[in-house]
């Protein structure tokens, strides 16, 4: 059975910075793509950025690009997002996704 497990939320002011993680089970992580996904309060889910299986390609939202890293560690089964110079309009419950698999999420509240 597929397990996906957030982990890292809370809230954080405006400026700050958090990491979230992501456990996987139930599949050979390290033969599979990943992604983080978001969805805002009132709001459809967003990509927000993904990496290939090695860790070696990343890609994300424009919106985003050089205030988050996605990263994995293949030897930990673990995934994760480096997030930093957030904003409130960053407040989101953050998903982490495997083809149409998707954990519980974790919530994210960036606010003062």
């Known amino acids: 059975e597929v397990q996906l497990v957030e982990s890292g939320g809370g809230l954080v002011q405006p400026g700050g910075s958090l990491r979230l993680s992501c456990a996987a089970s139930?599949?050979?992580?390290?033969?599979?793509?990943m992604k983080w996904v978001r969805q805002a309060p009132g709001k459809g889910l967003e990509w927000v950025s993904s990496?290939?299986?090695?860790?070696?390609?990343?890609n994300y939202a424009d919106s985003l690009k050089g205030r988050f890293t996605i990263s994995r560690d293949n030897a930990k089964n673990t995934l994760y997002l480096q997030m930093s110079s957030l904003k409130p309009e960053d407040t989101a419950v953050y998903y982490c996704?495997?083809?149409?698999?998707r954990g519980q999420g974790t919530q994210v509240t960036v606010s003062s």
């Open positions: 139930g599949f050979i992580f390290s033969s599979y793509g």
């Open positions: 990496i290939n299986s090695g860790g070696d390609s990343t």
């Open positions: 996704a495997m083809r149409t698999f």
